[in-house]
């Protein structure tokens, strides 16, 4: 079945023919629905997701303390409390407002970065077919998720594969889900936890799930000018896959880096000493102007083929995996994400001599080899 064609179902999507260095070909979509209106996607973009969008809510919180009467902000504090204990939606899934997902927000931002998406041929989402998709780079902002949480008919991705994004969650960190404002931002958006329990939960029940595998670690080792992934020995998402035979895409969004000034030198050895035992990151990092708010680098996702798994009729989940096919399928998704990027590399802009590193997990260091789920 021929997929749809976007410019066909919106007046605001535009796609070109793109080529790659190794022959292949793809098309590239991007939209245009605010391309007279430059203020509003600086204030959208600037106010969702600047670089101190992590402590947002715990301002206004305080605004909040200062000027309501303390029996009326202690009150709405302990609810709101209470809410984090009662409500947690990033278990299940189940908060993401589909009317929300709608709303061209999201593609106010992709146009801030005049984002493209870049889908080749042969890539196909089938509906009765599961899928993992990988997200890379993290960058201080993973905006390469942007194109999976809309659910806007003027989204390219939305309008190709619209059963596809309906049935998608995107994992996040677990320490995303305790900051205020960030915690709502996120599960409205369909987001849940990065964990394995939560991510096996939507695939049991016939979902896809999206991953932002180098995590906080790849976030950390974020540096301008250069593409770093942290993948080697991290094999968990695979076993994954394997278990509920979800076919793996890896993904990658050239420039992301550059969205942020990043200085990886300042105060590196406790930095780095949080990611490593406490899962925190705190990148030293700020944006355009030195305001907090993102630079405006062209940013091109680019989508690789999904990569078949392994799969056995009535196989139960619970049972290990063989090591063996682990390995050679981890190997077969890290070749594909370094074809993705030498192919197009080019078509981002991108100089011939520039490369994409591949990081070894700190966990994998420890554990001598890959990540053991438990």
Same mark, same amino acid.
């Given at each position: 079945?021929?997929?749809?064609?976007?410019?066909?179902?919106?007046?605001?999507?535009?796609?070109?023919?793109?080529?790659?260095?190794?022959?292949?070909?793809?098309?590239?979509?991007?939209?245009?629905?605010?391309?007279?209106?430059?203020?509003?996607?600086?204030?959208?973009?600037?106010? %969702?997701?600047?670089?101190?969008?992590?402590?947002?809510?715990?301002?206004?919180?305080?605004?909040?303390?200062?000027?309501?009467?303390?029996?009326?902000?202690?009150?709405?504090?302990?609810?709101?409390?209470?809410?984090?204990?009662?409500?947690?939606?990033?278990?299940?899934?189940?908060? /993401?407002?589909?009317?929300?997902?709608?709303?061209?927000?999201?593609?106010?931002?992709?146009?801030?970065?005049?984002?493209?998406?870049?889908?080749?041929?042969?890539?196909?989402?089938?509906?009765?077919?599961?899928?993992?998709?990988?997200?890379?780079?993290?960058?201080?902002?993973?905006?390469?998720?942007?194109?999976?949480?809309?659910?806007?008919?003027?989204?390219?991705?939305?309008?190709?594969?619209?059963?596809?994004?309906?049935?998608?969650?995107?994992?996040?960190?677990?320490? %995303?889900?305790?900051?205020?404002?960030?915690?709502?931002?996120?599960?409205?958006?369909?987001?849940?936890?990065?964990?394995?329990?939560?991510?096996?939960?939507?695939?049991?029940?016939?979902?896809?799930?999206?991953?932002?595998?180098?995590?906080?670690?790849?976030?950390?080792?974020?540096?301008?000018?250069?593409?770093?992934?942290?993948?080697?020995?991290?094999?968990?998402?695979? /076993?994954?896959?394997?278990?509920?035979?979800?076919?793996?895409?890896?993904?990658?969004?050239?420039?992301?880096?550059?969205?942020?000034?990043?200085?990886?030198?300042?105060?590196?050895?406790?930095?780095?000493?949080?990611?490593?035992?406490?899962?925190?990151?705190?990148?030293?990092?700020?944006?355009?102007?030195?305001?907090?708010?993102?630079?405006?680098?062209?940013?091109?996702?680019?989508?690789?083929?999904?990569?078949?798994?392994?799969? /056995?009729?009535? /196989?139960?989940?619970?049972?290990?995996?063989?090591?063996?096919?682990?390995?050679?399928?981890?190997?077969?998704?890290?070749?594909?994400?370094?074809?993705?990027?030498?192919?197009?590399?080019?078509?981002?802009?991108?100089?011939?001599?520039?490369?994409?590193?591949?990081?070894?997990?700190?966990?994998?260091?420890?554990?001598?080899?890959?990540?053991?789920?438990?």
């Amino acid at each position: 079945m021929p997929k749809p064609d976007p410019t066909a179902q919106s007046p605001f999507i535009i796609k070109s023919r793109v080529l790659a260095a190794d022959g292949k070909k793809a098309t590239l979509y991007r939209t245009n629905m605010y391309q007279n209106a430059p203020i509003t996607k600086f204030f959208i973009t600037s106010i %969702l997701l600047n670089c101190w969008v992590f402590i947002q809510g715990l301002g206004l919180m305080w605004l909040l303390w200062c000027i309501l009467p303390r029996w009326l902000s202690s009150s709405i504090f302990g609810i709101y409390a209470v809410s984090y204990i009662v409500h947690r939606p990033q278990d299940t899934g189940k908060g /993401r407002w589909g009317w929300l997902m709608k709303r061209p927000s999201i593609l106010a931002i992709m146009e801030y970065f005049a984002m493209g998406v870049l889908v080749e041929d042969g890539v196909d989402f089938q509906p009765d077919r599961q899928y993992l998709i990988g997200l890379h780079p993290h960058a201080a902002h993973c905006f390469g998720s942007l194109p999976f949480s809309s659910l806007s008919e003027h989204n390219p991705l939305f309008a190709l594969f619209p059963e596809f994004l309906n049935k998608l969650r995107l994992g996040g960190a677990t320490v %995303l889900f305790y900051l205020p404002f960030i915690r709502e931002m996120l599960y409205t958006s369909g987001w849940v936890l990065a964990s394995r329990k939560v991510l096996e939960k939507q695939l049991a029940r016939g979902g896809n799930v999206g991953l932002i595998i180098g995590g906080e670690a790849e976030s950390i080792a974020s540096e301008n000018l250069k593409d770093k992934v942290v993948i080697e020995g991290r094999k968990g998402f695979v /076993r994954l896959a394997l278990r509920y035979g979800a076919e793996l895409v890896p993904t990658y969004t050239f420039y992301l880096n550059e969205t942020f000034h990043f200085d990886p030198s300042l105060a590196a050895a406790p930095r780095h000493w949080l990611q490593r035992n406490l899962k925190v990151c705190l990148p030293v990092l700020w944006g355009l102007c030195y305001t907090p708010a993102p630079r405006p680098a062209v940013l091109l996702l680019a989508i690789g083929q999904p990569i078949p798994v392994p799969t /056995r009729p009535g /196989r139960d989940p619970s049972e290990p995996v063989d090591e063996a096919v682990v390995d050679r399928i981890h190997a077969q998704y890290v070749s594909e994400l370094q074809r993705l990027f030498e192919a197009y590399k080019s078509a981002a802009g991108y100089a011939p001599h520039r490369k994409l590193e591949i990081l070894r997990a700190p966990e994998a260091d420890k554990e001598g080899g890959g990540r053991r789920e438990k």
